[in-house]
Nanobody, 116 residues
């Protein structure tokens, strides 16, 4: 059974940090490009960060560059998103996605709320 399970979300004050995790099972994780996305109500889901199969390449949305870091551990079938200097506008449901050319899997999402 294919699963992507996010964790690590929660409520944090502006300027704070959170580390999201996404644990994969049921497929060969190392063969998949992985990314984090986020969505707020009434808006389209947006790409936050991307990491290649071997971590050799990463990319970030302009809004999070310099604050967020994506990483992966293929031995643990897990991808991470370290989020620093959080802002209220980072509030969203965060999803991880694993994709190849023919298959795409999504997690169920984890809520991140940045508020004082």
């Amino acid at each position: 059974q294919v699963q992507l399970v996010e964790s690590g979300g929660g409520l944090v004050q502006p300027g704070g940090s959170l580390r999201l995790s996404c644990a994969a099972s049921g497929f060969t994780f190392s063969r998949y490009v992985v990314s984090w996305h986020r969505q707020i109500p009434m808006k389209e889901r947006e790409l936050v960060a991307f990491i290649s199969r071997t971590s050799g390449s990463t990319n970030y949305a302009d809004s999070v560059k310099g604050r967020f870091t994506i990483s992966r551990d293929n031995a643990k079938n897990t991808v991470y998103l370290q989020m620093n200097s959080l802002k209220p506008e980072d509030t969203a449901v965060y999803y991880c996605k694993a994709a190849t050319g023919s298959e795409t899997y999504w997690g169920q999402g984890t809520q991140v709320t940045v508020s004082s």
